[in-house]
């Protein structure tokens, strides 16, 4: 957790904006996304959070989905489609080696994640898995997963009246 004011703006030096509670709400918000994350450096903690950050976007023909793994190499990542379910998992590994004679560092700040770490996401429809397309380059992951006809032929647009 990081370590900062926690009162409100009203009582606070910061501003975030007209309402008083946004600086508070925003630090109750980070705290639940904390919550519950993996080991950091085998230690327990609520800053050693590994989870991806996703973009999910719609186009007419497909369903695409930006995954952001900094220091994930592409061996490390697995993408599967199962049951309707789209998992992207993982493991970040430390950099850390060790060499022959050399001692344990003594670590003063540890602020980098390491570990595995998975996301999951229903898929709206039924997709065929052979037709999934997952790139991955410069610890940037893209999976399209393209929309079968029968749901490209039923979206229909919706003309918007004026009220009477």
């Known amino acids: 957790m990081k370590s900062e004011n926690w009162l409100p703006a009203l009582w ?5 904006s007209s309402d008083p509670f946004a600086s508070m709400r925003r630090q ?20 050693g959070l590994l ?22 190499q592409q061996k490390d990542i697995s993408v599967t489609l199962t049951g309707g379910v789209l998992t992207i998992a993982g493991e970040k590994r430390s950099e850390q080696e060790a060499k022959s004679g050399d001692k344990e560092p003594t670590w003063h700040r540890v602020e980098r994640t390491y570990g595995s770490f998975q996301r999951s996401m229903t898929v709206p429809y039924d997709i065929d898995p052979s037709k999934v397309d997952a790139k991955f380059k410069d610890g940037i ?5 393209p929309k079968p006809a029968e749901v490209r032929a039923q979206s229909k647009q919706i003309q918007i009246k004026s009220a009477a």
């Open 12 to 16: 606070g030096e910061r501003s975030d």
């Open 28 to 47: 109750m918000e980070e705290l639940f996304q904390d919550f519950g994350g993996p080991l950091r450096r085998g230690k327990p903690g609520p800053s």
């Open 141 to 145: 992951l893209t999976v399209s997963l």
């Open 51 to 72: 989870t991806p950050r996703m973009d999910v976007s719609e186009t007419d023909n497909e369903l695409r989905i930006t995954a952001e793994l900094p220091g994930v």
